[in-house]
């Protein structure tokens, strides 16, 4: 079992910057993918950034992609999301998501584990 409690998330003007984390509990942590997906109001949930477990390979969606940058601390058991140069369309719930085994890092069907969410708000 993995347990997923992310943190960081808050106001911010439009062009301001945020990082969240995501603590995990587990001794396997290096062995998961990890995800960020966010979710905004009346949308459906969306792929936002994943890495690998080694943190060689990582993925972004178009929208983020120049902006935001994930990365992994295997010894702290943290994923990070650093967010750049926000817009109010960031807006949203972000959801941190771990997977083990073969993963398709884009799709929330790969992830068996889930965060509770952080709001992260950027105003115009």
């Known amino acids: 079992q993995v347990q997923l409690v992310e943190s960081g998330g808050g106001l911010v003007q439009t062009g301001g910057s945020l990082r969240l984390s995501c603590a995990a509990s587990?001794?396997?942590?290096?062995?998961?993918?990890m995800g960020w997906f966010r979710q905004a109001p009346g949308k459906e949930r969306e792929f936002v950034a994943a890495?690998?477990?080694?943190?060689?390979?990582?993925y972004y969606a178009a929208s983020v992609k120049g902006r935001f940058t994930i990365s992994r601390d295997n010894a702290k058991n943290t994923v990070y999301l650093q967010m750049n140069s926000l817009k109010p369309d960031d807006t949203a719930v972000y959801y941190c998501?771990?997977?083990?085994?073969?993963?398709?890092?884009?799709?929330?069907?790969?992830?068996?584990?889930w965060g509770q969410g952080t709001q992260v708000t950027v105003s115009s």
């Open positions: 587990g001794r396997t942590f290096s062995s998961y993918a």
């Open positions: 998501a771990a997977a083990v085994g073969a993963v398709v890092p884009q799709w929330m069907g790969s992830y068996e584990y």
């Open positions: 890495i690998r477990w080694s943190g060689g390979s990582t």
